[in-house]
């Protein structure tokens, strides 16, 4: 069975910087499309980024164009969000999910990613 497991989530300071991890745990995924998703509490999941299979194209959402970056390592199966210049607002779970083998374009859609991590939780104090 397939798994995302996400880390380096915590509460920083407004301004302050994290980098999310994501591990997968089948080598297959380096052909699926990769993203990220936060929920912040009573709020529905959101897009946050994509990456596409090779890792040469990334898209955001306008909230955090510029301050996130997604990148992988398809070698050390991994994923990973570098959150800069962080705010209140960013405070959410953060999900990363996988499109599915072979599905390996980019997308902001909840509904075409097929796995899901557990989350980690992001907290920017004002």
């Known amino acids: 069975q397939v798994q995302l497991v996400e880390s380096g989530g915590g509460l920083v300071q407004a301004g302050g910087s994290l980098r999310l991890s994501c591990g997968i745990s089948?080598?297959?995924?380096?052909?699926?499309?990769m993203g990220w998703f936060r929920q912040a509490s009573g709020k529905e999941r959101e897009f946050v980024a994509s990456?596409?299979?090779?890792?040469?194209?990334?898209v955001y959402a306008e909230p955090v164009q510029g301050r996130f970056t997604i990148s992988r390592d398809n070698a050390r199966s991994m994923v990973s969000l570098q959150m800069n210049s962080l705010k209140p607002e960013d405070t959410a779970v953060y999900y990363c999910?996988?499109?599915?083998?072979?599905?390996?374009?980019?997308?902001?859609?909840?509904?075409?990613?097929?796995?899901w991590g557990q989350g980690t939780q992001v907290t920017v104090s004002s």
């Open positions: 089948e080598a297959t995924f380096s052909s699926s499309a």
């Open positions: 990456i596409n299979s090779s890792g040469r194209y990334a």
């Open positions: 999910a996988a499109r599915g083998p072979y599905y390996m374009s980019t997308s902001n859609s909840r509904g075409a990613y097929a796995y």
